[in-house]
């Protein structure tokens, strides 16, 4: 893959790599194949890599992604998010202007795709968000082979090791059957987590109804619509103080510590969050159960998945640049930190949403 | 150690004490001996052994890892601890499959008593290599002895109490004569043992603690039942002295919860020569007279004690029981009995360094208030500024342990109150999550035309849930600025809420911008009628002020 093809016309030959993909204050733009990946502003022409809503925004002209992912879109902002869409499924490929496009499972939440783009002999690889461990919602992420391999960096420091989720299910179940007179609130972000901790609940043998704010439910609906499994699933809105003792209610992070959770009783506030391995991290947030459930590679998923790829040059964007950066120097890869602005991390982040809608969710 | 590591990182979140409590109980219940014993040693600070330093910590990692990532994440973590834990590589020497289990806390424990200098980094490093993530953090606050989890010793016996439904005091009571890792404690828990006798020649006794007293407590007491006391502003101590197995004086000074404290009080112990167990409050007293408890802090929670404190903070001991004298255990007896036997006692010691509480003559309650407010004119004399209000005990109680209904009062002197402006508020923990219940408040300072408002402290209680549901409220609505969890509330002189704050006294603070800092400040009442122009100004507070500036405050303790 590495092999560079001389010969042919000119252009193609000095085509480099950050001529195929540019960072521009837009998002990253391919100005061969016309197009932006994930742009934060609007544009003629966007690559969708996943239906987070700092990647997946509205108002572009045409966008491409997946079908989840457009369907999530659907459901954030309503039909008229784009002038038009086209869906494209994983393995897929498309001809845009003088390069090729290509999906693949990115592991990250439903319908989230890694973007290969491919001019002549060089493929560059845009993974968006990504993870290599198991997550029973969505299809698993698939290593591609690549020249230059675009990389997330939200946990890129050795400190964060994600470990089994389903320890951290235990966790919970533990905590609930030792404290069966109160109620375990369990923030995750609305997107992906929250269904996430739902499926490793049924794995982990929990069948009782599990409780949704509000703001959660389309999307859960939307997921048990795609077929995905997650049992019997209720509203947390208009159940009784009393009768929420022993139940486990998931709800958007900035809900957990708002006015809404004076519906429960002496409620456990839990989160899922990779961020929960730091303690500082945890307290910080007032929470009383940290579950370390990420849907973001870990130190040690992102420095596996850069050498499988193969590629020869990393460029690292959004989370800790500086730590992945030196590792690929270390390891006699060339690597820089892509400066891209706008993607923040879904978990991190302050859902202000979330706690105004949550009055009456 | 997992199953240790677990409950420790639990109860570093967990902020409510009966849930504290069930964790801790319910890991007795899970967790066998020996590895029980030893977590409850290690949380009650019985384990003693040779902790490793920081920089061995450093060493091992710096060897492991590369020394820019261990910076970056050093940097973004805070904690060393911490960072190793988490950043530790995974032994890539060692097979996947039969990998030796990870070591039990009894392994720890009993290996670290032992443990050379020099094994000390391999033996670290092999155990950091079986452990998880949570067990690795566990394992190093415990070899560099900085476990700290906000679990007192008296927490984790009352979690062990439960495991047999017994009462705290009676571990209390036994405590002295146990060592890690309690095998005879847990069987008799348990039900499979007989309970273990206190061989300790200077046991402690649980003590009798009294309520506050309230207005309408009044019509019901009859001042003839009762006797009446200053209320000292020391710590309460227990001074107790028997004879060991080879017939010499043991003396030991214990804390009201039972915690050996003799080490810091050498000063003391000659005094105490007599066989028996007095009850009585610590105070310094210079030349006579007895100092504030601000400069008895100077003498609170240190393990070494210099000559030149000893000189210059002279500990007292300020008698008002006697629960044993000689042999006889006295505390079925009346507390006016026990009080003659007291100043028998304390005649018969002879000794400058300890006396009797002097009892306040009343024969109404409008006396007796009289004498609160002015205990100078009441017999206190030039002692007044350390008494903190009056105690008063049923001439007819016995000595019962706990907080025994109706036996002891105690009546505390009318705090300082100042009117200040709410500044900023904090979200509170567990149940007050969701509710803005920590507040900063500050009062005036500078020119009238310019005044500026100076934070003066913090308080989280003294409100009532309806009140706390009004500030909520309010600080939402008038939020200027969020700082993660903290709101900047509005507190310009014609906007923001004032609060009626109550504090015991007053302090100077090298720590706090204002230069004092307030002892047990809390909210008494809201004064949605004042506009906060009309708050306190900063020399209201420094008139209260004598005295000379003082380090920061060990923590204290005071009734």
């Keep these: 893959m590495t092999a560079k093809n001389h010969g042919h016309t000119p252009y193609i030959n000095n085509m480099r790599p950050q001529d195929i993909l540019t960072p521009q204050p837009a998002g990253l733009c391919c100005k061969p194949g016309g197009f932006h990946i994930d742009p934060v502003r609007p544009v003629a022409r966007a690559v969708i890599t996943h239906g987070h809503s700092d990647h997946a925004r509205a108002g572009h002209g045409a966008v491409l992604a997946t079908q989840e992912t457009l369907d999530m879109m659907r459901l954030r902002y309503g039909d008229n998010f784009a002038r038009s869409t086209q869906a494209v499924a994983y393995g897929e490929e498309l001809r845009l202007g003088d390069v090729t496009v290509k999906f693949h499972p990115a592991g990250h939440v439903l319908g989230s795709a890694q973007i290969a783009v491919s001019c002549e002999n060089t493929r560059v690889v845009a993974s968006g968000d990504y993870k290599d461990a198991p997550d029973p919602t969505c299809t698993p992420f698939e290593v591609v082979p690549c020249d230059v391999f675009i990389t997330e960096a939200t946990f890129g420091l050795p400190i964060f090791r994600h470990g089994d989720a389903a320890d951290q299910v235990e966790k919970l179940l533990a905590s609930v059957a030792l404290f069966p007179e109160r109620a375990h609130l369990v923030g995750a972000y609305s997107l992906g987590k929250a269904q996430r901790v739902i499926a490793l609940l049924r794995a982990a043998g929990y069948d009782a109804p599990i409780y949704l704010h509000g703001v959660m439910e389309k999307i859960t609906h939307y997921y048990q619509s795609r077929g995905v499994e997650l049992g019997e699933i209720r509203p947390v809105k208009g159940m009784k103080k009393a009768d929420l003792a022993g139940t486990i209610t998931l709800a958007p992070p900035s809900a957990t510590s708002d006015v809404w959770t004076r519906r429960f009783p002496d409620p456990v506030t839990a989160f899922a969050s990779g961020w929960m391995r730091v303690r500082a991290r945890a307290r910080q947030g007032g929470i009383e159960l940290p579950l370390v459930i990420s849907d973001h590679a870990d130190w040690d998923g992102l420095t596996a998945t850069i050498q499988a790829t193969g590629a020869g040059e990393i460029w690292v964007t959004h989370g800790q640049e500086d730590a992945l950066v030196h590792w690929c120097k270390t390891q006699g890869l060339a690597a820089r930190p892509l400066d891209l602005v706008g993607y923040g991390d879904e978990d991190g982040g302050e859902d202000e949403t979330a706690s105004t809608e949550s009055g009456d969710a | ?559």
């Design chain 2, 1 to 559: 150690m997992n199953r240790f590591a677990e409950l420790l990182d639990r109860l570093a979140y967990e902020p409510g004490r009966n849930n504290k409590l069930r964790l801790i109980t319910n890991y007795f219940r899970i967790v066998e001996d020996p590895d029980r014993g030893y977590a409850l040693a290690a949380i009650t600070g019985a384990l003693s052994f040779k902790h490793a330093k920081p920089g061995l910590i450093r060493d091992l990692i710096a060897e492991r890892t590369d020394p820019t990532l261990f910076a970056l994440s050093y940097d973004y973590v805070g904690d060393l601890s911490e960072t190793v834990a988490l950043m530790w590589p995974k032994s890539s020497e060692r097979p996947l499959h039969n990998n030796p289990p990870p070591p039990t806390l009894t392994e720890v424990v009993t290996t670290l008593r032992t443990l050379g200098k020099t094994e000390m980094p391999r033996q670290l490093s092999r155990w950091l290599d079986d452990l998880d993530e949570t067990g690795r953090w566990a394992l190093l606050k415990l070899v560099t002895g900085a476990m700290r989890i906000g679990i007192s010793a008296r927490l984790a016996k009352t979690a062990a109490a439960a495991l047999g439904d017994k009462d705290a005091h009676e571990i209390e009571l036994i405590w002295p004569g146990l060592s890690p890792p309690y095998l005879d404690l847990f069987a008799w828990l348990e039900g499979r043992g007989e309970k273990p006798v206190n061989l300790d020649p200077a046991p402690f006794r649980p003590v009798m603690l009294a309520h506050a007293i309230e207005d309408a407590d009044f019509a019901n007491l009859n001042a003839a039942d009762y006797i009446a006391e200053w209320k000292w502003d020391g710590i309460r101590v227990q001074a107790v002295s028997g004879r060991d197995a080879q017939g010499q004086i043991t003396t030991r000074l214990y804390s009201r919860s039972g915690e050996d404290i003799t080490g810091s009080f050498p000063d003391l112990l000659p005094s105490l020569h007599l066989r028996g167990a007095i009850d009585g409050e610590l105070l310094v007293v210079r030349d006579g007279r007895v100092q504030s408890f601000n400069v008895l802090q100077q003498r609170l929670n240190r393990k070494a004690v210099s000559p030149k404190l000893l000189k210059e903070y002279p500990v007292h001991l300020r008698a008002y029981d006697l629960l044993a004298d000689d042999e006889t255990d006295l505390r079925d007896l009346t507390f006016a009995e026990r009080r003659e036997r007291l100043e028998a006692f304390v005649k018969k010691l002879g000794d400058p360094r300890i006396d009797l509480s002097p009892t306040i003559a009343f024969d109404s309650w409008e006396r007796l208030a009289a004498a609160r407010r002015d205990p100078s004119g009441a017999g206190a004399g030039e002692d007044s500024e350390a008494v903190e209000g009056v105690m008063l005990k049923r001439r007819d109680a016995l000595y019962l342990p706990g907080r025994p209904k109706g036996q002891w009062w105690k009546w505390k002197r009318d705090p300082h109150v100042i009117d200040a402006v709410l500044m900023y508020a904090q979200r509170g923990h567990g149940k007050r999550s969701s509710y803005y219940s920590d507040y900063t408040f500050g009062v005036w300072t500078g020119a009238q035309d310019d005044a500026q408002l100076v934070p003066v402290g913090k308080a989280y209680f003294g409100f009532t849930d309806e009140e706390l549901l009004q500030i909520d409220r309010f600080v939402r609505r008038n939020t200027t600025e969020k700082f993660g969890p903290v709101r900047e509330v509005v507190h310009e002189p014609d906007q923001g809420l004032v609060l009626e704050v109550a504090f015991e006294g007053l302090q100077r603070s090298t720590r706090h911008k204002s230069g004092v800092a307030m002892r047990f400040p809390r909210i008494n009442r809201l004064r949605w009628d004042k506009p906060p122009r009309e708050a306190d100004r900063l020399e209201t507070l420094e008139r209260l002020l004598k005295g000379p500036v003082l380090p920061e405050p060990a923590e204290s303790g005071s009734d």
